[in-house]
């Protein structure tokens, strides 16, 4: 007597293979000594950086940046109002 093996679903997916994309973002490699690459970027950098992105982009992120920052009053963050840090 023969055995049925049921269908697993995953048996049903199909895969597709997409081609790559023309145009690649690459960047440059993190320092691997000495430079810190937490340091602040300076405003050279940044604006090079703002200079490649597409316009609404860098607008979008200059509405954003300019928006005021509210921090909810809750008692983890009363201290850290109170010294001023916040």
Same mark, same amino acid.
């Given at each position: 007597?023969?055995?049925?093996? &049921? #269908?697993? *679903?995953?048996? #049903?997916? +199909? #895969? $597709? @293979?997409? &081609?790559? *994309?023309? #145009?690649?973002?690459?960047? !440059?490699?993190? &320092?691997?000594?000495?430079?810190?690459?937490? $340091?602040? /970027?300076?405003?050279?950098?940044?604006?090079?950086?703002? /200079?490649?992105? !597409?316009?609404?982009? $860098? @607008?979008?992120? $200059?509405? +954003?940046?300019?928006? !005021?920052? =509210?921090?909810?009053? =809750? !008692?983890?963050?009363? &201290?850290? %109002? /109170? /010294?001023?840090? %916040?």
């Amino acid at each position: 007597m023969e055995s049925v093996v &049921p #269908l697993h *679903p995953n048996d #049903l997916i +199909e #895969l $597709a @293979q997409y &081609p790559d *994309p023309v #145009l690649r973002q690459t960047y !440059p490699p993190l &320092p691997r000594r000495g430079l810190n690459p937490n $340091a602040v /970027a300076s405003d050279g950098v940044v604006s090079g950086v703002m /200079a490649r992105l !597409p316009v609404v982009v $860098a @607008q979008q992120i $200059a509405q +954003e940046v300019s928006k !005021p920052v =509210t921090v909810p009053v =809750t !008692p983890e963050t009363d &201290p850290y %109002l /109170a /010294a001023g840090w %916040l």
